[in-house]
């Protein structure tokens, strides 16, 4: 029985698929590797069928995304898609812990890779999934070379890094210091809201196990929840570690239809740039070549 860790907001209400023309159903779990379950919203055409299955996965609420503020899900479902919003791991009604990016991509628990899958093999599914999304939820479209889903038909990647050490964290060779820490002083509330609902849960449901969680260090929820902040510091060097986000790595292996965006005052230009020309210049085949297309705002 899953369990959403942030209710949604009830001044968003919900869609009268007569008068809408989409339906939504809230708080959808989908099973990572590992167990973990991600909150995911599910926009659906009002006539039941088949269809294929556009994600988005966003750290910054799956009730107020980009794509969600601007109506692409509701627009979308309208015209035959079924649309699927998560929050990432250890975010709002997902659980796990937060680590930004570390579960994104080709590691141990890939959740991209996990979401894709699930999707595509739902009976509502027609087995077809693309993702979109821009900054973090472009990153994490990108950090799926590395292990592309065998259902993963299409990404529409805005504005995102090709390197998390060179155009996210390091930007020039020095640690962004306003960008960091403003950015993790401003999410990490919600992370911390997120693991005292997780902690409080556990406790009541099964609080001997609970309290019987020796060494503090072997129970998840009791790890620093600014570990990511330290080893970003802490870590510059350290190629090993960095190479975990480095889709620079994966450029040949990318021959799924891609359509980067950028803009050409955007911190990320660089990375939109050389992920576009690098999948291109190396893509295996013509064929291969001809799926990227680029397009940058002014």
């Not at 309290?211 to 570990?227: I, K, R, V, Y």
């Not at 660089?270 to 680029?294: I, P, W, Y």
């Amino acid at each position: 029985m899953f369990t959403p860790n942030f209710k949604r907001p009830d001044s968003l209400g919900l869609p009268d698929p007569s008068k809408d023309g989409y339906r939504l159903e809230v708080d959808v779990a989908i099973p990572m590797r590992d167990g973990t379950q991600l909150a995911t919203d599910l926009y659906f055409p009002i006539h039941s069928g088949v269809y294929p299955v556009l994600l988005e996965r966003t750290p910054y609420g799956k009730h107020q995304s980009i794509m969600v503020s601007i109506g692409a899900p509701q627009f979308l479902s309208q015209r035959g898609y079924i649309v699927a919003i998560q929050d990432t791991r250890g975010r709002f009604a997902s659980e796990g812990i937060w680590y930004p990016f570390r579960d994104e991509a080709w590691g141990d628990k890939p959740d991209g890779y996990d979401s894709v899958e699930w999707l595509a093999g739902q009976p509502w599914s027609s087995g077809k999934v693309g993702t979109f999304g821009g900054s973090f939820a472009g990153f994490n479209q990108y950090l799926m070379a590395g292990q592309l889903p065998p259902h993963l038909t299409a990404l529409f990647p805005r504005q995102a890094a090709c390197s998390l050490r060179r155009e996210w964290v390091y930007r020039g060779g020095a640690f962004e210091l306003g960008f960091m820490f403003m950015w993790a002083a401003r999410h990490s509330r919600e992370t911390l809201r997120n693991r005292m609902v997780q902690l409080d849960r556990q406790s009541l449901e099964n609080a001997l196990e609970f309290l019987s969680s020796w060494p503090l260090n072997g129970q998840p929820l009791f790890s620093d929840p600014f570990q990511w902040l330290h080893e970003y510091l802490n870590r510059q060097d350290d190629e090993e570690y960095w190479k975990q986000w480095d889709v620079a790595l994966h450029h040949p292996a990318c021959d799924r239809p891609m359509y980067h965006m950028a803009s050409w005052y955007d911190i990320f230009l660089g990375g939109s740039l050389r992920n576009f020309c690098g999948m291109r210049a190396q893509a295996t085949s013509d064929e291969v070549r001809r799926k990227h297309h680029l397009i940058i705002l002014g």
